[in-house]
């Protein structure tokens, strides 16, 4: 694949080959080594690592050597045809693979969006890579039951995660990248955005992709990307394709047997990293109080809310290095 002009703040990428996949690596080196750990920043949907274009640079100069892959299927990385491989045990061995590449031991990873799916579970299925977890947004992935059946029962048959299994959602989302872009990187401006216009964690909002189809004059809030940034990721999906993203989704019912697995019981013991939240305050679809029952699961567990929606570290770049600076200094 023809490699695209990088966007003017990220480094040039070098790739690691995993267990299936190809990784486009952007990354940060402080000066010299001073630490037993490096950073992995892990992207969502529809996102790239250039997503984590803010926090590269102060992570390493904290002293960390840091890493944002275009995760498995997005941008420059390829993934396998087979849509069920983009499970959490296929993401987190590939985050696995990648300290291991880069010569260390463990490393804390982070993680926005679904890539907050891999940050929650790391701990659980690569137990040996990982030293701390940092996730923004996300609420911890456990999946006791099927996770397409509840959705539906809790949101009704229009939720997003069920129009995401489908080739019609694809086709929709590629026909006009720049378009599809403008549509989620939104900001409130006090009506909400496309991610919810009431302000709730309800079937409406959970629905939110369907109004992707309507007139852009009715969409509420302002494109939180500039004109590079949004010609940036609409180039690179142009080029790949919104499949390997939404094989994530696709993935979820792997997902579920793979926790069915792990936690055969139901139970989730305890793990023994120290793991920090990012939530944000005015994010109905990933909202605060999802996260309340984190502590249950972490012997050393922080929470902060910032005040911004879904797209974190894009609408408060400076204040979301800040806590993660804070959070890595203090603990590493």
């Known amino acids: 694949m023809p490699i695209p002009e990088v966007i003017s703040v990220l480094p040039e990428p070098r790739f690691v080959e995993t267990d299936g996949a ?7 080196k402080p000066a010299r080594r001073e630490r037993d750990v490096c950073v992995v920043l892990c992207h969502g949907f529809p996102e790239l690592a250039a997503s984590w274009r ?16 275009d995760m498995r299927g997005y941008g420059l990385s390829d993934g396998p045809a087979d849509p069920t491989r ?21 490393a804390v990873v982070v993680g926005h969006d679904f890539g907050g799916m891999v940050s929650w579970n790391i701990p659980y299925l690569q137990p040996d890579s990982v030293a701390g977890v940092i996730t923004l947004n996300t609420p911890f992935g456990y999946f006791a039951d099927n996770p397409l059946e509840k959705y539906e029962q809790a ?15 694809e086709q929709l989302l590629d026909k006009d990248p720049a378009r599809t872009f403008r549509f989620f990187m939104r900001r409130d401006t006090g009506s ?9 964690h ?25 004109a590079e940034e949004l010609a940036f990721y609409a180039d690179a999906y142009a080029r790949r394709g919104f499949g390997g ?16 697995e792990r ?11 120290p793991a920090l939240m990012i939530a944000a305050s005015r994010d109905p679809i990933c909202a605060p109080q999802l996260s309340d029952n984190l502590l249950q699961y972490f012997d050393e567990f922080e929470r902060r809310i910032i005040d911004t929606g879904h797209w974190t570290q894009l609408e408060d770049p400076e204040g979301t290095t800040e806590i993660i600076v804070d959070w890595l200094t203090r603990h590493f």
């Open 86 to 106: 983009y499970s959490i045990a296929e993401t987190t061995a590939d985050v696995a693979a990648l300290i291991a590449d880069a010569g260390y031991e463990k």
């Open 155 to 169: 949101y009704g048959p229009e939720n997003y995660v069920a129009y995401f299994q489908t080739e019609e959602c």
């Open 192 to 200: 909400g955005t496309n991610l919810s216009r009431t302000g709730r």
């Open 263 to 273: 936690f055969p019981d139901g139970v989730i013991p305890r793990a023994g990293v």
């Open 54 to 69: 803010h926090q590269l640079q102060p992570i390493a100069d904290a002293g960390f050597h840091v890493m944002a892959p």
């Open 22 to 28: 190809r990784l486009a690596v952007y990354e940060a």
């Open 245 to 260: 993203g939404l094989s994530w989704y696709r993935s979820i019912l792997r997902n579920w047997a793979v926790h069915t």
């Open 202 to 226: 309800d079937p409406e909002s959970m629905a939110y992709i369907h109004w992707l189809k309507d007139d852009e004059s009715t969409w509420p809030g302002e494109v939180v990307m500039d």
